[in-house]
């Protein structure tokens, strides 16, 4: 079992900067792979970028050079750094970790991208 716990969402202006934090527990946080999903009102969830145990990443295209998701194993937390945020990112942001059939989600924080 892994418990994940988003945090660092918030208010911001177009243009400006957000991270967010998943700290996870429970279980061997190293071996998942972890992925950063976004929601808006109305429309389907969405993957924005995943890290790998090996460190690998992978971004949607609409976050792509704006974006970085990093892990640090041994504070059990995987980071997603937003840069020139803007209203179309407005979503409830959700942590995921997936290692075989195990599939794992936090509760979502809520970033909201408006002046």
């Known amino acids: 079992q892994v418990q994940l716990v988003e945090s660092g969402g918030g208010l911001v202006q177009p243009g400006g900067s957000l991270r967010l934090s998943c700290a996870a527990s429970?279980?061997?946080?190293?071996?998942?792979?972890m992925h950063w999903y976004r929601q808006a009102p109305g429309k389907q969830r969405d993957l924005v970028a995943t890290i790998t145990s090996g460190a690998s990443t992978n971004y949607a295209d609409s976050v792509k050079d704006r974006f970085t998701i990093s892990r640090d194993n041994a504070k059990n937390t995987v980071y997603l750094e937003m840069n020139s945020l803007k209203p179309e990112d407005t979503a409830v942001y959700y942590c995921n970790a997936r290692w075989k059939f195990y599939d794992y989600w936090g509760q979502g924080t809520q970033v909201t991208v408006s002046s």
């Open positions: 429970g279980s061997i946080f190293s071996i998942y792979t």
